[in-house]
């Protein structure tokens, strides 16, 4: 079954670029979904199959995937982009279908 | 699309609850539905799914005999009964959508909190 392990935190200013991995030994044969989860509220998807942004999700944010290891990278970052940040697989084999990472927590600086 | 949680609380151990989630805006009957929660301070852990007819489900081990997860096409409605709880399962529940490949969750719910505590 998966194992997604992501960075417990990243910090960036304004105006730079974010980027958060998602490590697995399953994740070269999967598609990774990334959440965004603000303080207090619901998690929204922000990437899904590796790359693809849903509507209404800006441009700045993008995805990645390269052998073992999903990215998750926010160019031009703004202090409204302050969230959690979760990696998830679809795995049959694991406990539940929905394997997440242990999320990451994005400080603008 | 709109998914609203009600039924959290405040229960002590052993006790039970019953979660309700009302679905709009989306042809409930067409999709996967799941109960993810996340325990007060930590990520995000899939609990429960039910397929769009209801005839099948599966709970995380975790939670296997004491969760039961079930829906109400007639009524747009998912469920989630909760018995012999624990602290351990104190969390915000969420109900989510799933997409047409049940291989994420494209709409969630706001939550609702449970809380275990004597």
């Known amino acids: 079954s998966s194992v997604l392990t992501q960075p417990p935190s990243v910090s960036v200013a304004p105006g730079k670029t974010a980027t958060i991995t998602c490590g697995g030994n399953n994740v070269r044969s999967k598609s990774v979904h990334w959440y965004q989860q603000k303080s207090g509220q619901a998690p929204v998807v922000v990437i899904y199959?590796?790359?693809d942004r849903p509507s209404g999700i800006p441009e700045r944010f993008s995805g990645s995937s390269s052998g073992n290891t999903a990215t998750l990278t926010i160019s031009r970052v703004e202090v409204g982009d302050e969230a959690d940040y979760y990696c998830?697989?679809?795995?049959?084999?694991?406990?539940?279908?929905?394997?997440f990472g242990g999320g990451t927590k994005l400080t603008v600086l | 699309v709109q998914l609203v949680e009600s039924g959290g609380g405040l229960v002590q151990p052993g006790g039970s609850l019953r979660l309700s989630c009302a679905a709009s805006g989306f042809t409930f009957s067409s999709h996967w539905m799941h109960w993810v929660r996340q325990p007060p301070g930590k990520g995000l852990v899939g609990v429960s799914r039910i397929n769009p007819g209801g005839t099948y489900s599966d709970h995380a081990d975790s939670v296997k005999g004491r969760l039961t997860i079930s829906r109400d096409n007639a009524r747009n409605t998912l469920y989630l009964q909760m018995n012999s709880l624990r602290v351990e399962d104190t969390a915000v529940y969420f109900c989510?959508?799933?997409?047409?490949?049940?291989?994420?969750?494209?709409?969630w719910g706001q939550g609702t909190l449970v809380t275990v505590s004597s």
């Open positions: 998830q697989v679809w795995d049959s084999t694991s406990d539940h279908s929905w394997v």
């Open positions: 989510v959508k799933a997409n047409l490949n049940d291989e994420l969750g494209d709409s």
């Open positions: 199959y590796d790359r």
